[in-house]
């Protein structure tokens, strides 16, 4: 039994997740490598002392650049916002630490490319955390669709709708800074949805893509703001500029041919997780909600005529992926345990001495059709994401 | 209490449809204007004749030309395939008649802005029959957009699905000949969707698309091939070129600003008659799926915090559009039934001597709309509707 | 090709799901035998007149007594108030009419028996109208039993639940009035639930169940009060006390070993026509609900382990039953078409001079079980079928 | 901030799902008063070690009646079989100790009655751990009927359906044994149904019931095999008798006169652990199944006509019970964390100083109308719940 030293950075939602997912995997999963939860790092002093303790970190830290050097940690794990992702990545990279990083992997498709070498040199083990692939259900459909039971795949639907700012009076948080978030739900959200269409698709070839802003001011943030919450009201009531799209519809074709479509939205009234997609194979098609996220609809071509139809498998049977750690059938899992799979899979692949995916790799290919999208929002053609470099 | 005598020109899917629409209005509405089922008309000597004594029409008919120019006919009611609506929409205008003709217009913009130009012309009442409008769930959907329930729209995402020529063995009727049908599901399928973004969120100001062909070679039709049949197998085995596509996705941006999104396709196993679409606006969402027609999603923001969700509407009520004439409460109408209001509404407007929508006008201006996503994915760009003219 | 003459007695909401289907049959099934629509009866002189004109029927009378001794008639179809079912069977088959009745049989098993005991006697075809046997679904779940797919059957769990009546001011209609209906739900709603579960699973050997009355009195009924309208209110304002159940709870065991429920009430609000089964079987297990009544959920056993689930099947499939007359797949249908197949299948009976269920003796057998419910109810004690004689 | 010392009886299913709630409650909720992971025993001494290790109990044991005896030990959590509680509760209540203790409360009323009076005499905190009275939908639903939301209760109808014994061949395990369960599904399953139905709805007057036992005969267990699981095969294929139901269905009535259904199966092929309720009231309806827990369905007969549906709350908005602990809305959570929202409850209640429910009265409650409904099933006549004494 070994064990690795773990430095988390950032205390906020992703923070909280993490930490969770570190204290919680050596309960359910027998681990080869064992983690042990060294320091936690946050720039806010007064924050940072209670969310160590609360969370069982042995330390606290204000200064993340000295954490990254520290000789006894192995792992850094990155929580911050995405504009700090490059620089973290570098300088862990440079220590030769093992990375665990949030999604999305930065700002655009140039940080992660730089991101990318960076870890490539160094040759350090590096997750990035599209953490909605270790759902038992997405983790299903790959396994479906690689051994070909959905047969040759025709179209991918993806969409990842959200409802948290469509009111105009959702101040201006950092996601809807370009300089710290680099964009909006492109970013935040499509970041995901590209990762699985990649995922369980294939690499994409060409997009065609609209952005649209509907709120183009929104007032200052007030204290407490943060992801998915206003926070208490700015007291100055300042009006300041968007500078990220607020929605992305886009077009793309894969490489195998498939002709795909991904919608995204922070201003789907009524959607809260939306995080959905449809494939629509030769053998079969699957359908997919975040929402039900034990849930996988297939439809089996096979079937007899008269009996077909889209069945929901509850994807809570031993003999689907991860759950047999967890209850027994029909006893569902929640949105954290996806960080408790990623956290053991990542533990295995120090153990295993093998890679672990989505890395840093794939954040940069996932940035490269987005940054596509981008380019077709603003010069009105198609764009062949190979031409993106 | 007077009376319209109707002429109908085939007697395949959609003269049953209409056939029956045009029997039974007269059952479950209150008609100022009665229509007599005067003659059935079909190329086909041996179908027309049994079809006219089934359907209760006066008289049959093979020559569709003689027809349109009969002094007693007051309506036209076209129901053949696509590549005959022009010349029969010119001659019937040509005589005076009024026009019920089956979507789509025709097999392109060139032949919808032609036969748009012919009834102005001659000012007869024109009808285009994309029925989806006229179920209750969609009328409803409409009466809340235009009552202000929904406030400003920021999304349509519309998708029509059907999977019945996903198999390669399927033979090239028709519909998959770019000289009888225009195009492929995008005359056939998007035109219904692109007819409900109009009726419901507004003009479309532009597109981007692609289109994909799956299988570029089919076997040649056997007989009693059609419409969602591969009849019985063809004795040559002769393969042809199919010379549509096969799916077609497009993104667009609708003149008040909201973005939408548009799927359709043939090769999507397991849905049979997948018309959906989702509309999200500042007050309240909404969503509707053709294969539970009787039921419309709602979501009202104006519901108090912790008590909103989708709420499933069962658009069955004496309340709901159309809904009075047939049953109470939770007996559910079914496909035929929009025919019958689409016939219900086309004898008042004779009545009040008003228009009815959607006419060859709207068939014209979806035309205009496929017809920028077809050159957008021809030149990959992004393509004004206003500068298709 | 033979015609039978047809006589409708009853105008109101059956009268007019009756003549549809009398009207419609002919056009979507090929008859051997065909109906003719030669007299329509109703005890309102006012109303009969024009309902006939609408519907097609030849004549209107006024006088049923009259109607069912006309030789020219061949068949009788009784659609009026429960309680005048009796004599009109009896008189029927006085006269050797062929009985297409409208359900409950009669208000209680007393009448029943006397009126089964008049059509053994007469030898007379004799249909009674639980029209939910024919919704293409319910055939098929049938089907699927019959045929061994879902093998032993362990559990029923059937609900048929309305809301029409909750309103404590909606009027005592004829069917709050045991000497008009006999009974409150368990006749109307769970006669359809016993008759479905004696179809599908097979006789019900005991019974132990619970009634309840919510609402003791309500104002008489003012004009156009009927089913599941409350009509104009009254002018008095008299009120006068509800003699039937408002709802009635139920289990039961099958002869073959099941157990099962039925819940039925009018005081389920929310639900509009919630006609509901659950079938547990040890192969596999089906779920239906009327209001979407087009979906079969279905689970088989023999699905490998991970991939199982309740698929929904469309039934809209030309394999399914009655569908391939009508409209391709996904393409629904509605209410009023058991109906039409109802009528379709009498009028084939007598083409092959065959009988037709469910008909007077499972109307009988109906009664028998509900009887035993009612019993249960009063003495508190479990009832053998068997033991109501 | 005081503390309290955690000793926990049983390392199996429940073991592990309440020792993951002593671990996690601190980092998600704000408590007063904090536990001390204490002491680990079972009866299998090579079982114990590792899992005290895994869950991070200080000490492990073997004999349960030392642990009770301990001066240090606070807390008592049971998780033993059904056989096993009624002594440990009993000396956990001698010893003056806290229970928190795993359903059903124990194998019948008698034992209960016996529990009910040890605790009351030492007057100690007891809670009796009907875990999904905190999901948050179901306090959700608590919160609205109380508040009047649904107004007058008409109905209750509840449902917990399993599959994991239907194979002829899964093993007798203890829950097959009426001598170590008490009883089948009645004690498995309905104990929560009826826990559930007298939270939200209230007590219950009578029952009648019908029990059913479809397999008589079982192979004895082999390695391994426990709840949901049948572990490895016996090798000596011995056959015992099956000594308690496999189904039982229950009619009742509300003291506030309410009428309702409890249906309990382990034979529903298909269903998982479909714990669910549908609550029918004047002013609104609701339902609830377990397999979606993060859902509600809610009816609000105060929306205006035509607009009336059922609506999918899903409860994960920061309003909902419990849920502002966790995640952003809809960002579901899973089965376990219904535990850790009890425990939370408990030390809540250790704090205040008061009580906390459900507890053993309310065990005693659940278990006297069961008692009732097996009486009724025995004696085939409805049960006053008041004559069980």
């Known amino acids: 039994m070994s064990h690795v030293n773990v430095a988390i950075i950032?205390?906020?939602?992703?923070?909280?997740?993490?930490s969770n997912a570190w204290r919680k995997v050596d309960q359910f999963f027998d681990l080869k490598v064992k983690p042990v939860l060294k320091v936690a790092c946050d720039v806010d002093a007064e924050r940072i002392t209670p969310f160590a303790?609360?969370?069982g970190w042995e330390e606290a830290a204000t200064e993340w650049e000295r954490v990254v050097e520290r000789k006894d940690i192995d792992i850094i794990d990155i929580c911050t916002p995405t504009f700090l992702h490059k620089e973290m990545v570098l300088a862990a990279a440079a220590n030769g630490k093992k990375i665990f990083c949030e999604k999305p992997v930065g700002r655009n498709f140039e940080e992660a490319k730089e991101?990318?070498?960076?870890?490539?040199k160094a040759g350090v083990l590096n997750y990035l955390n599209h953490n909605y692939r270790r759902v038992?259900?997405?983790?299903?459909?790959?396994k479906m669709i690689a051994e070909g039971e959905l047969g040759e795949i025709y179209h991918w639907r993806g969409a990842y709708l959200q409802d948290w700012i469509s009111d105009p009076n959702f101040p201006l948080t950092w996601h809807l800074q370009k300089d710290k978030a680099g964009a909006g739900p492109q970013n935040d959200l499509n970041s995901h949805s590209v990762d699985l269409g990649r995922y369980l698709v294939g690499e994409i070839s060409s997009v065609t893509a609209m952005l649209k802003t509907f709120i183009e001011e929104r007032p200052l943030p007030g204290k407490n703001a943060g992801t998915f919450s206003a926070?208490?009201?700015s007291e100055s009531a300042e009006m300041a500029k968007v500078t990220v799209e607020d929605?992305?519809?886009?077009?793309?074709?894969f490489e195998n041919g498939a002709l795909g479509s991904f919608d995204t939205s922070r201003f789907a009234n009524g959607r809260k997780n939306y995080n959905t997609f449809e494939i629509y194979g030769s053998k079969g098609s699957i359908s997919f909600n975040m929402e039900r996220m034990n849930e996988l609809e297939y439809l089996n071509m096979a079937d007899p005529m008269g009996r077909q139809g889209f069945r929901t498998i509850q994807t809570t049977d031993p003999s689907h992926p991860y759950v047999a750690a967890?209850?027994?059938?029909?006893?569902i899992i929640g949105y954290e345990h996806t960080f408790v799979h990623a956290v053991k899979d990542f533990l295995d692949a120090i153990h295993n001495d093998t890679e672990v995916t989505p890395n840093l790799y794939d954040g940069m290919k996932v940035m490269q059709v987005l940054e596509a999208g981008n380019r077709s929002s603003a010069t009105r053609q198609h764009v062949d994401v190979a031409d993106v470099v």
Chains 1, 2, 3, 4 share one sequence.
């Open 231 to 233: 926070g208490s009201s």
């Open 326 to 331: 967890w209850w027994p059938p029909g006893h």
């Open 53 to 55: 303790q609360r969370w």
């Open 247 to 253: 929605a992305a519809f886009m077009v793309v074709e």
């Open 136 to 142: 038992p259900a997405v983790s299903l459909a790959k």
């Open 10 to 18: 950032g205390a906020s939602f992703m923070g909280r997740a993490h």
């Open 115 to 120: 991101m990318y070498a960076a870890v490539k």
